[in-house]
């Protein structure tokens, strides 16, 4: 059987500069009511690392941090049927209104996409010419199961458009 679920909303303010994008919650993070809530996936501690911050499992001090960092979350899709939490399994989508985010939001210099489905419905929605460097970044998701070490490496796109 598959359930509706919806995204979060976004996590932006008008400092900004960054806006990375999944594709929707996946079931343990809807549990928690957390962008990225999977103990095993490894958005928290690869942003964390680069940042270089100290970790923390406290969810409102890694909202804190990513904010004082300039880094804004949300995903590309605002709901879908999915059973279990696989991209693969997403059926029914309807996209969240990013472009319309991106202009109230106009200090976000770049967007990062965890993962390929983000990737590939951002490309629908907004076109390949879009205005703004997109850039597709390894999923953090267990799922994915490259190393640590290889999505760290890629991820570090990131800090070329943080101040």
């Known amino acids: 059987m598959q359930n509706r679920i919806s ?8 400092q900004s500069e960054i806006l990375i ?3 929707i919650p996946g079931v343990k993070s809807l549990e928690k009511q957390q962008y990225y809530g999977h ?5 928290w501690k690869i942003i964390f690392e680069l940042l270089n911050e100290e970790f923390t499992d406290d969810y409102t001090k890694r909202i804190e941090t990513i904010r004082k960092h300039h880094i804004a979350l949300w ?10 939490s696989m991209d693969s399994e997403i059926r029914n989508e309807e996209a969240n209104q990013i472009a ?24 629908k929605l907004l076109g390949k010419n879009y205005k703004l460097p997109i850039f597709l970044l390894p999923s953090t998701s ?16 990131i800090l070329e458009f943080l101040v």
Do not use: M
Request: hydrophobic share 30%; net charge neutral; charged share 30%.
């Open 75 to 84: 995903d590309v899709i605002d709901s879908c049927e999915r059973k279990g």
């Open 7 to 14: 995204s979060f909303p976004p996590l932006i303010d008008g």
């Open 142 to 157: 267990p799922l994915h199961t490259v190393s640590f070490e290889k999505k760290l490496e890629e991820w570090k796109k």
């Open 39 to 43: 103990p095993q996936n490894k958005f």
């Open 21 to 23: 994008l999944g594709s």
């Open 100 to 123: 319309e985010l991106l202009e109230e939001h106009p200090n976000v210099k770049a967007i990062f996409c965890n993962g390929g489905k983000s990737y590939k419905n951002l490309q």
